[in-house]
Nanobody
Framework: QVQLVESGGGLVQAGDSLKLSCAAS????????MGWFRQVPGKEREFVAA??????RYAVSVKGRFTISSDNAKNTVYLQMNNLKPEDTAAYYC?????????????????WGQGTQVTVSS
């Protein structure tokens, strides 16, 4: 089993930055593909970014503004979000799947955190 716990969400203004953290237990992040997704009420969960030992990948809407990284010593994955926009407002979820390949579909991920809310005001 893998447990994922997100933190770092909050209420910010447009143009501000936030850094989300995802602490993993039960499996090391270095041996898994870790992803961030987001969801607003009434919409499907949307891929944001993912990282594995082989690569990183970003959604077009966040590329150049968000950076995903991992600290293997802390078994934690981060999502640095800069120049936030109101359309970034959502619940952000950390996800994990075994293996090194990155997928953008939420169904490819086996483990999920409880989510952390990010709200960006204009």
């Amino acid at each position: 089993q893998v447990q994922l716990v997100e933190s770092g969400g909050g209420l910010v203004q447009a143009g501000d930055s936030l850094k989300l953290s995802c602490a993993a237990s039960g499996r090391t992040v270095s041996s898994a593909a870790m992803g961030w997704f987001r969801q607003v009420p009434g919409k499907e969960r949307e891929f944001v970014a993912a990282i594995s030992a082989l690569s990183t990948r970003y959604a077009v809407s966040v590329k150049g503004r968000f950076t995903i990284s991992s600290d293997n010593a802390k078994n934690t994955v981060y999502l640095q979000m800069n120049n936030l926009k109101p359309e970034d407002t959502a619940a952000y979820y950390c996800a994990a799947r075994t293996g090194d390949y990155i997928f953008t579909g939420s169904l490819s991920y086996n483990y999920w955190g409880q989510g952390t809310q990010v709200t960006v005001s204009s």
